[in-house]
């Protein structure tokens, strides 16, 4: 009995040390790169920031994040338009960094102009993009410093295809966790996996090569339910509202009691009620306070608002767990989970 028990404590002694090698194994597969996120506010209105790290000195910006944009753009020191935006957000001194190349293509967006320029992108791990390609302007755009994430090309100026091609990621895409800046609870970027912690249920994915989920109804406080016939709308947390045309928006907000400026009384944000959202079969909830916004005119205004394409604002997205998987161009949505959790697994979609 004493020979059978020695035998029994020595094999499974081993079969604990290959379970303990082979998860860690498991773990070590998942290759990614993460950068926090937090909310500020410009114009009144709250956007998600991140910080990046560029050049031979290592300089540290602060960058908008924007997944309904493309590529990231910073603005240069020399910048002789820097207003309160650009000093809070801070400038790149490309002169300073011997590792920086002007590329001399211009670029313009969000009324900012300047050049492409190439230099290295590190990773608050140490990991380094080598000649990551960006923009420079030397005028105050619209949003000072972004971070665009929409981009779907196979070039330097992908960050989720170069962080790929230096081996920190195994997939070209990335996941989107909000967080809760009511409670300071900071959100995260995560380039190459997925946060199985922060987000309830399974995610419900959807094959469209432009990168966006369907809106499938709107259901009032009342119990009122408006179709949206699947219409495509993007993850976008550089806005705020929901983009819609006026034949949507219109009638929503007429039922929800607009006056005729399309205003509510600003106390409805402190009522306990909520509306829900369907996108392809996932239902949330999204409380009043979230849903009506303040103007800087002091009046309050729904989330729906006639604009350019179809869009659903950081407001409303806050309450989802969002990935995109450039390589099979599916997107995928789960209700959030705020937690300190992290769980994370390959891409699985």
Excluded at 10 to 36: G, I, M, N, P, R
Excluded at 70 to 95: A, M, P, R
Aim: contains cysteine; negative net charge.
């Amino acid at each position: 009995m004493h020979s059978f028990y020695s035998i029994g404590s020595a094999t499974l002694s081993k079969l604990l040390v290959v379970l303990v090698l082979t998860f860690c194994s498991v773990v070590e597969a998942v290759k990614y790169e993460s950068l926090d996120v937090w909310v500020d506010h410009l114009y009144w209105m709250p956007f998600y920031f991140t910080n990046v790290t560029l050049g031979s000195q290592k300089q540290n910006v602060t960058v908008l994040v924007d997944t309904g944009s493309y590529y990231l753009y910073v603005e240069d020191v020399q910048n002789t338009e820097c207003n309160s935006i650009c000093k809070k957000l801070g400038t790149f001194d490309s002169e300073h960094s011997t590792t920086f190349h002007n590329l001399s293509v211009p670029f313009n967006e969000f009324s900012a102009k300047g050049f492409y320029g190439a230099d290295d992108f590190l990773y608050p791990d140490g990991k380094k993009i080598s000649q990551y390609q960006f923009a420079v302007t030397r005028n105050q755009g619209t949003y000072g410093n972004i971070l665009g994430l929409a981009s779907r090309l196979e070039d330097a100026r992908n960050i989720y295809w170069a962080t790929k091609q230096i081996g920190a990621a195994d997939t070209q895409g990335y996941s989107f966790y909000a967080g809760d800046y009511t409670k300071g609870i900071v959100g995260k970027y995560i380039i190459g996996a997925l946060d199985r912690a922060k987000y309830e249920g399974e995610l419900q994915v959807f094959d469209h090569e432009e990168l966006k989920f369907p809106f499938t109804t709107f259901t009032l406080a009342d119990g009122q339910v408006f179709q949206m016939n699947n219409t495509l709308m993007l993850f976008d947390t550089g806005a705020r509202a929901i983009g819609v045309a006026k034949e949507i928006a219109d009638p929503i907000n007429k039922a929800l009691g607009a006056d005729e400026k399309g205003h509510f009384p600003c106390s409805w944000r402190n009522l306990d009620k909520s509306v829900e959202f369907n996108l392809g079969g996932l239902n949330f909830s999204v409380p009043y306070s979230d849903f009506f916004h303040t103007n800087p005119d002091g009046s309050c205004s729904s989330a729906f608002q006639i604009g350019v394409g179809n869009l659903m604002g950081s407001d409303i997205s806050r309450h989802l767990y969002f990935a995109a998987n450039q390589e099979t161009k599916k997107v995928a949505i789960a209700k959030i989970k705020v937690t300190d959790e992290t769980d994370m697994i390959p891409f699985n979609f």
